[in-house]
């Protein structure tokens, strides 16, 4: 049975392709409520994480027109978490769609972050070859490894190399931390949307503020070294990192050196200041949670020391993504989902920071890539990356069951998914012959529609992972 709304009058016209289903304005609070959940998980790069994050939404009451065409009137967001790894972040976020009933939406971000073992292996295409190592308990090569062996071979011990590598022979080393780079951002963001066209398409502008920190594990005391000859925990000193190689090979006019090619920078971190614009056609009918409909972007971001920042560079962002529902007389509420997305990154001054990140103009904000929960689920983040970067994600997301429990609404989903993904050094470089994929299974809970709780388990030829996080993939 349908809900009358033609009695309401909205400001402007919004198209009936964004009005929300009969069932999910049946299912959707009144007034002010707030969710919130604690959260305790395990990451394979964070160990324990404890934390929490809540939301304050104002979805005002049936009266409002707008109560039907949009998940919340305003949501105000905080979140915060502590890993066992050392792990600190936080957030705070507002978020009006239709603000002053006007065209107008706008956001607020504030991120604080810092973590010990921000993921770095590397820059370009090269990051696509298989994962190889020299065994350091036999001394043969491993090629084509699985991540959890290549990752405790690099915690095992060793002497120490000699002057040629800045280690003394008579120490003892490990390279726990050789594809790792302690990491701190601040961010301060603001972004306004007009829309167009009944509501369908969405024009932003946005800016924000970075403070980037790096920090290298170079030499410092570890105590998460292995003893190559017991197996027992131990500590010695971290040899020089993944990020250090790159960056003295740079200096020294290294001719193979990816970072002197594509004029990357920012090993000590910086100031970016960075102006945005997007361009989106949105038909979904609930964001957090679609049933049918398409989005598509293009967004771009410029940096430069007009923009009060320290490195130069623009990105780009070409994504689309569509919700449609399967055989809904028969299986109910069971959407087929879908992104494709294409980044690009160039500039005479890059951070390194940013070409491992393809930032959107969507409420999702940014994907770190590739690999980690919002790109490829079965690798860890930041495996592959490069100045071009392709990424697919494909999901089933079918409800099996709903029920109010105090006077709370849940609706609980199984999610097969399949993800996949190249990166390149240029556009001229484009074959689809090395693509990176996994497989994975999922669960989802939506919670009063707008807070959707995410459990992903992912497998490839390289990794296998377990994530637990606030809103869907895409």
Do not use: C
Request: neutral net charge; proline residues 4%; without cysteine.
């Amino acid at each position: 049975m349908g809900i009358r709304t033609d009695i309401l009058h909205l400001p402007f016209r919004i198209s009936e392709e964004k009005r929300l289903s009969d069932e999910d304005i049946l299912n959707k609070k009144e007034g002010v409520y707030v969710t919130g959940l604690p959260e305790l998980t395990v990451d394979p790069i964070r160990g324990l994480t404890v934390g929490a994050n809540a939301f304050l939404f104002n979805n005002r009451d049936r009266t409002d027109p707008f109560f039907y065409y949009t998940p919340y009137r305003i949501r105000y967001g905080i979140g915060l978490r502590v890993a066992q790894n050392g792990r600190v972040d936080g957030e705070l976020s507002v978020d009006i769609p239709f603000a002053f009933n006007t065209k107008w939406r706008l956001r607020g971000d504030f991120i604080y972050a810092n973590d010990p073992n921000w993921q770095y292996f590397g820059i370009g295409s090269q990051t696509l070859q298989s994962l190889t190592y020299l065994d350091k308990s036999s001394g043969n090569l491993v090629e084509n490894a699985r991540f959890p062996d290549y990752y405790r071979n690099l915690a095992l011990t060793r002497p120490g190399r000699g002057t040629a590598y800045s280690e003394e022979p008579n120490r003892t080393y490990t390279d726990v931390h050789y594809n790792e780079v302690d990491y701190t951002q601040m961010l301060f963001g603001l972004a306004a949307e007009r829309t167009f066209f009944e509501g369908r398409m969405r024009l932003m502008f946005g800016a924000e503020l970075l403070f980037i920190g790096i920090d290298q594990h170079d030499y410092k005391k570890s105590p998460e070294a292995i003893d190559r000859h017991t197996g027992e925990d131990t500590e010695a000193l971290q040899a020089r990192t993944r990020i250090t190689d790159d960056y003295e090979a740079q200096q020294r006019g290294d001719v193979n050196s990816t970072w002197a090619r594509y004029n990357i920078g920012g090993y000590k971190g910086g100031r970016i200041g960075l102006l945005q614009t997007g361009l989106m056609w949105d038909t979904r009918d609930l964001e957090p949670d679609p049933s049918h409909g398409i989005f598509a972007e293009y967004a771009q971001e410029i940096s430069a020391t007009w923009t009060g920042s320290e490195l130069n560079f623009t990105k780009h962002l070409l994504q689309g993504m569509f919700y449609r529902k399967v055989l809904p007389s028969v299986m109910g509420r069971t959407v087929f989902a879908g992104r494709m997305a294409v980044g690009y990154i160039r500039g005479s001054y890059i951070p390194f920071t940013e070409v491992l990140d393809l930032w959107g103009s969507s409420e999702g904000g940014g994907i770190p890539v590739l690999g980690g929960s919002r790109a490829l689920r079965g690798y860890r983040e930041g495996r592959f990356s490069g100045m071009v970067t392709s990424l697919v994600n494909l999901e089933l997301r079918t409800r099996f069951y709903q029920k109010r429990i105090f006077n709370q609404h849940l609706a609980f989903y199984a999610v097969p998914f399949l993800d996949g993904g190249q990166v390149w050094d240029s556009f001229g470089d484009i074959e689809f012959n090395n693509v990176k994929h996994n497989k994975g299974l999922g669960a989802r809970i939506a919670w009063n529609q707008a807070t959707i709780l995410r459990f992903d388990y992912a497998r490839s030829k390289e990794d296998a992972q377990f994530f637990f996080v606030f809103g869907h993939t895409f």
